[in-house]
């Protein structure tokens, strides 16, 4: 499994997704996909998108990645994740064949979701991609629209070591006179985007050229979420909206949905604005997303994200200096193959840390991990495990302080 070893499980080629999509039928051209890569967003977006598409009636297939408590959470229909004895019987009938093609844990998993979105008879799909984009094995959906959301130093060792590199692995999903949007207009990356549309034929729209937020605000009571208002080219065009999802960096992420609920008006799916709106008011009811801002309990105000490469961490942090508290508890643990000094440098040093290892292969040890941050000046204890490391943060905290728990994906999952 890629997500828990590392390198090891990295396949850069679509022999084996195209050896499998021909064993089962060619499933994922059996219904017009979404298609959404990027580095950081691309889940936030396919979940408010497929939100989107629900409150319209239709029954719409979401396949993301990684999940956090469930493995069935990265496979869902109409927000409902796929019954265990799908995923039970799919493995059992086609072993064999597994046996013969070798294919990775997220060869196999896209196979299924194709399989089983095929056989619920969806109407949509939105499907984003598990890392890069051109050799992923979401690269063979039928798309109708693709999305790029930003492009940041991930993944480095797989898709290149600039900006520049990733953009060209992201651009490989836009596809001959198929509309592409991308979420964020990097200069380093804007004309390789520019230059694939041409080479393709298709219409690009940069979403931050043409939507923009104001009046931000953060709702940490209940119902919880944020409250904004979108602008479209300089005019007001949605005020007073209400998202589900409270995280600052959502802005970016809800620039680029309005585009594509645009784009998707023009390929005749007729989505009006209150369909926009219950769409993002009601996202984490309709799709199930957790760990992005999620609110844990509220006195003292206990938050995390999931939010692990350098952008992410950039963002979560700009969000947490604009909050009110006494005294902040950071609860932190990383995996072993990031850039660890680069992202502990973005963290504050006015924080008290409770170190942790997510429990998984790929985890940094605490340890490590407590010796690198004191050594930038970050303060605080290891601990030896999440848990333990929540439990000690909740005792130290008075309910007038804040507590934070993220750094990866593998800690947040084992608390929320």
Partial sequence: MYHRIGAAAYKANLDNTLALNKLFG??????????VAGTNGKGSVSHMIASVLQSKGLKT???????????R????????????????????????????????????T????????????????VVETGMGGRLDSTNTVRSILSIITNIGLDHTQFLGDTLQKIAVEKAGIIKPGIPVIIGKTQAETKNIFIDSAKENECKIVFADQVFHTENFHFICEPPFGSSLSMLQNGNPYMPDLLCALGGIYQQENLQTVMAACQMLNN??????????????????????????????????????DTGHNADGITQVVQQLQQMK???????????????????????????????C??????????????????????????????????KFAQESANENDLIFIGGSTFVVAEIV
């Fill in 325 to 355: 508290f006494n005294r902040l508890h950071i609860v932190y643990g990383m995996v072993n193959d990031k850039d660890i000094s680069g992202i502990l440098k973005l963290l504050p040093l006015d924080a008290t840390y409770y170190f």
């Fill in 61 to 71: 297939g979401l396949y993301t990645s990684p999940h956090l408590k469930d493995f």
């Fill in 267 to 304: 390929l005749k799916y007729d989505i009006g604005e209150k369909i926009v709106r219950n769409g993002l008011k009601n996202v984490i009811k309709n799709t199930g997303l957790m760990g992005r801002w999620q609110i844990i309990s509220e006195k003292p105000l206990t938050l995390c």
């Fill in 26 to 35: 060619n499933p994922q051209l059996n219904f017009p996909s979404i298609h």
């Fill in 110 to 125: 896209f196979a299924l979701a194709m399989e089983y979105f095929s056989e619920q008879k969806i109407d949509i799909a």
């Fill in 73 to 108: 959470e990265r496979i869902r229909v109409n927000g409902k994740m796929i019954p265990k004895s799908n995923v039970i019987t799919f493995v059992n009938k086609h072993k064999k064949d597994f046996e013969t093609i070798n294919p990775s844990f997220f060869e196999i």
């Fill in 357 to 390: 290892k997510p429990n998984i292969p790929r985890g940094l040890d605490a340890s490590l991990l407590k010796d690198q941050a004191e050594s930038i000046g970050l303060n605080g204890k290891k601990y030896n495990s999440v848990s333990q490391a929540l």
